[in-house]
T-cell receptor
Framework: KNEVEQSPQNLTAQEGEFITINCSYS?????LHWLQQHPGGGIVSLFM???GKKKHGRLIATINIQEKHSSLHITASHPRDSAVYIC?????????????FGKGTKLSVKP | GAGVSQSPSNKVTEKGKDVELRCDPI?????LYWYRQRLGQGLEFLIY????????KSGLPSDRFSAERTGESVSTLTIQRTQQEDSAVYLC?????????????FGPGTRLTVT
């Protein structure tokens, strides 16, 4: 079974700062998810990626399949980016099936 | 198009009562997942349906929990004889089985409070 570790657990930044959140996993996969959970509890899928890099607005996700590591970057952070960011991978590896989740990184961006 | 919907959005029930939670996946999505998040804790997998295959029930915490899915549509998660530790947000997600897209789309969740 896969295991997921995220770091840092908590992150406080000033508006405009560049943010990096890291995720490592133990079993080979071909798809990794980054999710965002707002204070109200709703979850939104930000990225699903299997190689290289994806960019959406100020968010960039990268993955290194060989090193079993992914990063989520936020450029020019804004208070509305404050949320919990969660990394998730297939529990048994591969690309599909039920996910196992990291414990999340709670990001707080101060104005 | 419509996303994943769940009902009810909030449910308060007395200990010992049965509850049913509903999930309507995105049309055409063959895979459906149930997860839960207890207060202050991370998301945990409960059960996974993929098409007509036998569901993966390995995450169900006890035999009080069961889930059904009719074809590739609605799913119902049933919790019998609810306990206070069942209080959590129950999330449903669906995904396409298309070769290049396994991205899971999450519903808004049902907040269950057992008093």
């Amino acid at each position: 079974k896969n295991e997921v570790e995220q770091s840092p657990q908590n992150l406080t930044a000033q508006e405009g700062e560049f943010i990096t959140i890291n995720c490592s996993y133990s079993v080979g996969i071909s798809a990794l998810h980054w999710l965002q959970q707002h204070p109200g509890g709703g979850i939104v899928s930000l990225f699903m990626l299997s190689s290289g890099k994806k960019k959406h607005g100020r968010l960039i996700a990268t993955i290194n399949i060989q090193e079993k590591h992914s990063s989520l970057h936020i450029t020019a952070s804004h208070p509305r980016d404050s949320a919990v960011y969660i990394c998730a991978v297939p529990l048994y590896g591969g690309s599909q099936g039920n996910l196992i989740f990291g414990k999340g990184t709670k990001l707080s961006v101060k104005p | 198009g419509a996303g994943v919907s769940q009902s009810p959005s909030n449910k308060v029930t007395e200990k010992g009562k049965d509850v049913e939670l509903r999930c309507d996946p995105i049309s055409g999505h063959t895979a459906l997942y149930w997860y839960r998040q207890r207060l202050g804790q991370g998301l945990e997998f409960l059960i996974y349906f993929q098409g007509n295959s036998a569901p993966d029930k390995s995450g169900l915490p006890s035999d009080r929990f069961s889930a059904e899915r009719t074809g590739e549509s609605v799913s119902t998660l049933t919790i019998q004889r609810t306990q206070q530790e069942d209080s959590a947000v129950y999330l449903c997600a669906s995904s396409s089985s298309h070769l290049i897209s396994y991205e899971q789309y999450f519903g808004p969740g049902t907040r269950l409070t057992v008093t």
